[in-house]
């Protein structure tokens, strides 16, 4: 594991300005309500996914294919217009490894990371690093699990109660979280990030990343001969977290984090010289005058797919109903025939309210298929409107009783009906579903 030296600059105080941003965001958002109901959780004992005030269930997994390959398009076209952005500036990888670092610097000062640290200092850091992977493994699991419940459980000493499974997965990320930090950091970006993998195929000569100007560079200083500007002081390689050689060229383990450019502006800027390491495109490495072309095919192809998923992902979000409906012939009740020629169906309905606000629904029959209309009946009585408070779930029987059935009917072996809930407020706001209607095979003798 490496421990890179501090490096201030321009850049770092912007990455800072975003950490300030993100890590309360990654540590507040599972404390937000909406309506009483989280912000954002997964919860997956419920099989729910609360997000800005609606419900998602499994049924819907769609939005999350959507979302997925958004997020995929987004990386893709952030990518090829300004390099690994995310990883430099967002990613919980780097965010933390800074903020650990940052606790081994309060704690060990410049003696940080080096072996003749105090041993007392160096327990301290692991102890206080083991605290905040705590933390941080607790504000993890609070995306999944209620965190005003898990707070409450262990004021009340219940957090071991049988059944409990939050505190042993908060171990486990505790020890995971530590181990990465404390073991891994860098190795994890270079070996087992998957996108540090693909990341070089999605830049070209255009991306605007963190580069090294080797024409201005080289040949750099060897001994005391000095031909081009870098001066060989190895600045950028012992500020860098990863610990690559950025003149070597674009490397899997360059994270674009820009510490090296805040390391050799101040030694460029003795000379009068601006950086040999900034944010450019290598095209303005060869042509200082080129300037950076944003729209390309490559670019240009990114945004029109992301517009695309984005525009679905819109479209099917207004157009979204939130309310599941199965409904299933029931088993244990067959078809049967009732007197005047009559046959009645039973059916399982199971609804569920995906949303923070009570429905009114209204059950309808449509059939086009028999010489006389059907009739419905929920629950066994002739009312047809059902009360769906937020957030839950009805089980429910239908009974679909047919008119007097004509020869007709009787021949034609198969019928279908179709069982509507509409809002009757807003007829825009229905599910429906088509079911068989099955007569009796006691019944098909009189053809
Ligand atoms: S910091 Fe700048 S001058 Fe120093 S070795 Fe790196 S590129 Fe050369
Ligand atoms: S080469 Fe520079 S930008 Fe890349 S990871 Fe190292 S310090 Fe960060």
């Excluded at 997956?44 to 800005?52: A, N």
């Excluded at 505790?174 to 070089?200: I, N």
């Excluded at 490559?298 to 517009?307: D, P």
Aim: glycine share 6%; aromatic share 14%.
């Amino acid at each position: 594991m490496i421990i890179s030296r501090e490096q201030k600059g321009k850049i770092r105080s912007l990455r800072n300005l975003a950490y300030a941003v993100l890590i309360p965001l990654y540590f507040g958002l599972p404390w937000l309500r909406w309506n009483g109901h989280p912000f954002i959780r997964l919860d997956i004992p419920e099989r729910k996914f609360y997000l800005l005030g609606n419900i998602f269930i499994p049924m819907e997994g769609y939005f999350l294919w959507l979302f997925l390959i958004g997020a995929g398009l987004s990386l893709f076209f952030f990518t090829s217009l300004v390099g690994r952005v995310w990883c430099g500036w967002a990613c919980p990888q780097t965010v933390f490894t800074d903020t650990f670092d940052w606790i081994g610097r309060k704690i060990a000062g410049k003696k940080y990371g080096k072996k003749d640290a105090p041993l007392y200092k160096k327990v301290l850091i692991h102890v206080s690093w083991i605290g905040f992977a705590l933390l941080g493994s607790l504000a993890w699991i609070a995306y999944f699990a209620d965190p005003y419940i898990m707070i409450s459980e262990i004021q009340s000493g219940t957090v071991f109660a049988k059944g409990n499974l939050w505190p042993y997965f908060t171990a486990f990320f505790t020890f995971t979280f530590y181990g990465d930090m404390a073991f891994v950091r860098e190795q994890f970006c270079k070996y087992a990030c998957p996108y540090a993998r693909f990341q070089t195929v999605l830049m070209d000569d255009q991306s605007y990343n963190v580069t090294y100007d080797y024409v201005r560079g080289e040949p750099r200083r060897k001994g005391k001969e000095k031909i081009g500007d870098c001066i060989a002081c190895n600045m950028c390689v012992v500020v860098c977290p990863t610990g690559i050689d950025i003149r070597d060229g674009v490397q899997i383990g360059c994270i674009a984090c820009g510490k090296c450019v805040d390391a050799c502006t101040p030694i460029m800027a003795r000379e009068d010289k601006e950086s040999l390491i900034r944010y450019m495109a290598q095209d303005q490495v060869e042509n200082r005058e080129a300037k950076v072309k944003w729209v390309r095919p490559r670019t240009a192809l990114y945004a029109i797919l992301l517009l695309g998923v984005l525009t679905s992902a819109t479209y099917l979000l207004y157009n979204r109903v939130p309310l599941y409906v199965s409904i299933l012939p029931d088993r244990n009740i067959q078809p049967m025939v009732i007197p005047e020629n009559k046959v009645r169906n039973f059916y399982n309905v199971k609804l569920q309210n995906i949303s923070l606000e009570d429905q009114n629904l209204q059950v309808q029959l449509v059939s086009k298929d028999f010489s006389e209309e059907p009739i419905l009946r929920v629950g066994g009585d002739e009312t047809q409107t059902i009360q769906l408070p937020q957030n839950s779930m009805l089980d429910l029987r239908i009974i679909v009783e047919s008119g007097n059935l004509s020869k007709e009917d009787i021949a034609n072996r198969s019928h279908f009906i179709m069982i509507r809930f509409v809002d009757p407020k807003n007829p825009k706001f229905y599910k429906e579903k088509q079911v068989p209607f099955t007569l009796p095979a006691d019944l098909m003798g009189m053809r």
